[in-house]
């Protein structure tokens, strides 16, 4: 049985992130499951680092975008919204070119808070980055 709360398409899910940051970077997502949502980004010259591999920054900001976004696909987003309180990272390895993948699953679904896990993978299907995010629920401001 699916934890989301709405039944998003890709299409509408990719359409959501706008012109900005993840767009910017080329992200995408490329899976929606029953509890967790795949996405990718390319490495290249606007996700590397001056060494010439993926940027830790940008893994950050992937595992971010997925778990920003997992984290509202739960909630009815007419009474709720979902912001980042914490997000920490362990690269374990550089990736030189290509795109990598990650997957965000749930670690925690409460009522005002919830963490996520995000694995990110190379193009071998080497785990070079983990991730966890702490989403805060917070009531959206009645008018």
């Known amino acids: 049985m699916a934890i989301w709360h709405s039944d998003p398409t890709l299409e509408e899910v990719n359409q959501s992130m706008g012109d900005c940051m993840p767009s ?7 899976e929606i499951g029953d ?4 996405g990718t980004m ?12 993926l940027h830790g920054g940008a893994s950050v900001a992937l595992a971010e975008t997925l778990g920003s ?19 920490n990272a362990n690269h374990l390895r550089p990736v030189p070119d290509g795109e990598v993948t990650a997957k965000a699953t749930a670690i ?5 808070s919830q963490v996520w896990e995000i694995r990110i ?12 995010i702490t989403m805060a629920v917070v009531p959206v401001p009645s008018h």
């Not at 739960?74 to 919204?81: A, G, I, L, N, Q």
């Not at 925690?108 to 005002?112: L, Q, V």
């Open 24 to 30: 910017y970077l080329g992200m995408k997502i490329t």
């Open 35 to 38: 509890d967790y949502i795949v």
């Open 42 to 53: 390319p490495v290249e010259d606007r996700t590397r680092q001056p060494f010439g591999i």
């Open 69 to 87: 976004m997992a984290a509202n696909m739960v909630v009815d987003t007419r009474k709720f919204y979902c912001v980042g309180q914490e997000i």
């Open 108 to 112: 925690h679904i409460g009522r005002s």
């Open 121 to 132: 993978h190379d193009p071998r299907g080497k785990l070079n980055c983990i991730s966890r």
